[in-house]
């Protein structure tokens, strides 16, 4: 098989003790790096992984590794969103050449059609349904206690779990989401102590936001944005004022977002406005912009808040400087690095 080691020597310990547990390695904390990089490259291939990152995989590496199963170019060239569920599995990759530019192994592309077996759709569906509850709850809360993730068990989907076999569910995929028995309660991937500390002591005084079904479960897909009338105008601003020739209007729009989320200064997006082809010819038309800016803010939901936004609390949005790591999570909420995610160039 392609020698995945140079692929795999990028990954810290931790990351690679999370891959050898996915892909049936024992004993990882006794190995070295070298032998644990050789045991988990001599098990991507086997069969009962394939299977698992088959049942396991979000809906679009799925639909990624299914279309290079027909052309092989289609496995080439994917975004992470595109191939996230095999890529925690050790089945794709980030090219070493270039940023942000995945790809699947041909070998794994090759076996695609040797695990989507009936029996194996039906499976996977069963599978996917809890997990996307699942997902969609941390997505919008970042912390959430297991007796919530219960309630919404039965809220929309009618079934009666318990605890248990909620953990085990968490405990069996292949996310990394941390499950804190002495709070009782699951937490987003990448979230550090002190963030914890924050959201947590913060979202005590909140009830849960439990929109209608087929508006929650969207948040189960880490991309999605529940964007508001603040958001359309923006999109609007965009299209009329940014230099298209850089990049699409879609482009453009989600680029000057991710600075505001992730919480940019105001010079420093007035300043990539002007990279990006407009200039303001007053101060007045500025202050309509960080109006706008201001109004997306108070629509964005927060862990802190249990996933209701400023507006739906009453709150007044103050604008200001957050500083994030490339490796601290995203404040947009997708339980993905920042580097991963909002903190990527256009």
Known sequence: MTNTAAYLEKYDMEDLYHLAVNTGVTDEKALGKDELITKISNNLLNRDVLEYAYLYSD???LESWRHGSEDGELGKNLSLTDVYGLYIMGLAYESLNEEDNFFILEEVLD??????TEENREARTGIQRQLNLIRAALHLYGVVEFKQIVHLFKKYYGMDVTIEEVVDMVNRSPYVITVN???REFVIDDMTDEQYEIIRNAQQKYKYYEPEFGKFIKFSNPGYIDESAAHETLKKWVSEHLNTNVASDYELYLHVLRMVISGRKREDISGEIKNLGHTFESKAEE???FELIS???RQTRHFQYRGKSEAELGQRTIVREVKV???DPCPCGSG???KKCCGKAV
């Open 59 to 61: 809906d679009a590496a």
């Open 111 to 116: 076996k695609f059609e040797a695990v989507h």
């Open 181 to 183: 028995e002495k709070n």
């Open 287 to 289: 202050d309509e912009f």
């Open 295 to 297: 109004n997306i803010v």
């Open 325 to 327: 790591g490339r490796n």
């Open 336 to 338: 993905k690095k920042y």
